[in-house]
């Protein structure tokens, strides 16, 4: 049988166009693959700093916190009011047992311990 030369024939011009065809498939999937993985690598990546990031800000909160309990702890406790001084006894504004029941009432509340109270009293009346 002779070979024809020139051009292919129908059958070959379909095979070269197949041959083609697949080619360009083939290299079509592999790119959209390495974007498809380079687009899901960045993702993870992004969630990982996402949650870094989030935990940095839960040990910077925490670490506050502590902070301001310790130094609840450390600040000593307000030291109690001092008791209001005992008046001595002007003339003409106060008799001496009003001043003696206010005393009397600072002892009930707590304000004047007995050795207070009884100085105050010793003061008021004099001895």
Do not use: C, H, Y
Not at 54 to 80: G, H, V, Y
Not at 85 to 110: F, I, N, V, W
């Amino acid at each position: 049988m002779r070979r024809r030369r020139g051009r292919p024939g129908l059958v070959g011009t379909m095979a070269r166009t197949a041959v083609i065809a697949g080619t360009a498939s083939a290299t079509v999937g592999a790119v959209q693959a390495g974007q498809a993985g380079k687009q899901q690598a960045a993702a993870q990546q992004q969630a990982a700093n996402q949650a870094a990031f989030e935990s940095q800000q839960q040990l910077a909160e925490m670490q506050s916190q502590m902070e301001e309990l310790k130094s609840e702890q450390a600040a000593p406790p307000p030291p109690p009011p001092a008791p209001a001084p005992a008046a001595p006894a002007a003339a003409g504004s106060d008799d001496l047992m009003t001043q003696l029941s206010r005393l009397a009432d600072l002892k009930a509340a707590g304000a004047l311990t007995d050795e207070e109270f009884t100085a105050a009293k010793a003061k008021l009346l004099g001895t």
